[in-house]
């Protein structure tokens, strides 16, 4: 069973229509959660880092929230420059700061 | 400030041929990680060097290996290439105590 599951895989809108991004995860204590947005031929780049239950970050036009079970990314009216791969990772409490990541919502956004 | 430089961006090579791929991280960072990019498996971790000591490790065969330098910089080394080799291979740096991870724009490795 994959510990971090995203949903989901693949998203199309309008310029302007916003949605919502899921990643749901199954740690047995959750050290961080981390958003990495990913552009065709190259690396994850850093969006967002979430600690606890309750918390949300913001940048631009994403905004990052946390649960006890998921995290959402909320995309309010985007643009086509927001069409990527939004991937969502965990850190689990106990054990090495090395990140387990889901396989990625693909986001395309149509001007 | 430099971003992670990954050297090359494209490799061609046939099975059972043995690979190099390269890694300078972000001054000052001295954990490197590589990953494994593939459409059906998504980022797979690899190997984490810090201070020229392999710190943490996948769930990879032994054909794939890495090492750090003092100066920092990580190689990566596959052998006896397979087909399900074909990927993207992405290292990611970071400061000591910093979680957040910054990436290279990886390798493609093609094996034919």
């Known amino acids: 069973e994959d510990q971090v599951t995203q949903s989901p895989e693949a998203l199309r809108l309008q310029e302007g229509e916003s949605s919502s991004l899921n990643c749901s995860y199954t740690v047995s204590g959750l050290r961080g959660l981390f958003w990495y947005r990913q552009d065709p031929g190259k690396g994850p780049e850093f969006l967002f880092t979430l600690y606890s239950a309750g918390e949300e970050k913001e940048k631009e036009r994403l905004k990052a929230t946390l649960t006890k079970k998921e995290s959402f990314l909320h995309i309010t009216a985007p643009k086509p420059e927001d069409s990527a791969t939004y991937l969502c990772?965990?850190?689990?409490?106990?054990?090495?700061?090395?990140?387990?990541f889901g396989r990625g919502t693909s986001l395309i956004v149509h001007p | 400030k430099a971003g992670v430089t990954q050297t090359p961006r494209y490799l061609i090579k046939t099975r059972g041929q043995q690979v190099t791929l390269s890694c300078s991280p972000i001054?000052?960072?001295?954990?490197v990680s590589w990953y494994q990019q593939t459409p059906g498996q998504g980022l797979q971790f690899l190997f984490e060097y810090f201070s020229e000591t392999q710190r943490n490790k996948g769930n990879f065969p032994g054909r794939f290996s890495g090492r750090q330098f003092s100066n920092s910089r990580s190689e990566m080394n596959v052998s006896t290439l397979e087909l399900g080799d074909s990927a993207l291979y992405l290292c990611?740096?970071?400061?000591?105590?910093?979680?957040?991870?910054?990436f290279g724009s990886g390798t493609q490795l093609s094996v034919l």
């Open positions: 990611a740096t970071r400061v000591a105590t910093n979680e957040k991870l910054f």
């Open positions: 990772a965990v850190q689990e409490k106990g054990g090495s700061y090395i990140p387990t």
């Open positions: 001054s000052g960072h001295r954990s």
